[in-house]
């Protein structure tokens, strides 16, 4: 077996709440913890050092590290004159985060869009149908726009990104004012849109 440095305590830490966070989000523990070992170490690693730094069997780290490709949260890479493969998460956090939210509406939200499409095709035969498709109706409304919504927000840069974040409030207090000129009793020629 190889000598590697063993993780500090703020890393062992990081690593076990990603792990157990992991498990909230869908994906395993070993896989979180995988993940977060990769992203706090900053440099490639092959899979014995992510076995050993772990102390994880090698089939689960194999196992583990096809899952994050499959996520598009590692990706392979190959050093000249060794035959090992190594893998690294995205160097820019914002992809990381893209990645995790476009998965997540992937397996997620897809599947249920999916289910109230073919819902709402159907003709309702009582009184109690009709108000659950118009409550079904409700809902595909409103993940149909915030979808929309991410779709605009995945085609934004970094920089606007944090931009657009760091607004916080003051985009809802924008909202707000445009609200007061809307309704304070303008003529519909002074209405703001």
Do not use: C
Request: cysteine-free.
């Amino acid at each position: 077996m190889m000598s590697i440095t063993p993780l500090t305590p703020l890393s062992l830490r990081f690593i076990s709440h990603f792990g157990e966070m992991g498990s909230r989000w869908g994906i395993n523990r070993t896989v979180g913890q995988i993940y977060a070992l990769l992203y706090v170490q900053g440099k490639a690693l092959n899979a014995d050092e992510i076995a050993e730094h772990l102390t994880f069997s090698r089939s689960n780290v194999s196992m583990g590290l096809k899952e994050l490709q499959s996520w598009r949260l590692v990706k392979l890479l190959h050093k000249p004159g060794d035959r090992r493969e190594y893998f690294e998460p995205p160097q820019d956090i914002w992809d990381i985060f893209k990645a995790l939210l476009e998965e997540r509406r992937r397996r997620e939200i897809e599947p249920t869009l999916s289910m109230l499409r073919d819902a709402l095709l159907e003709q309702p035969t009582n009184e109690a149908d009709q108000v659950a498709q118009q409550r079904m109706r409700e809902m595909y409304d409103l993940i149909e726009l915030s979808s929309s919504w991410f779709d605009d927000v995945q085609r934004l840069s970094p920089e606007t990104l944090t931009s657009l974040m760091k607004m916080g409030s003051k985009v809802k207090k924008l909202l707000d004012v445009r609200e007061k000129f809307r309704f304070s009793g303008t003529s519909n020629d002074t209405v703001i849109k």
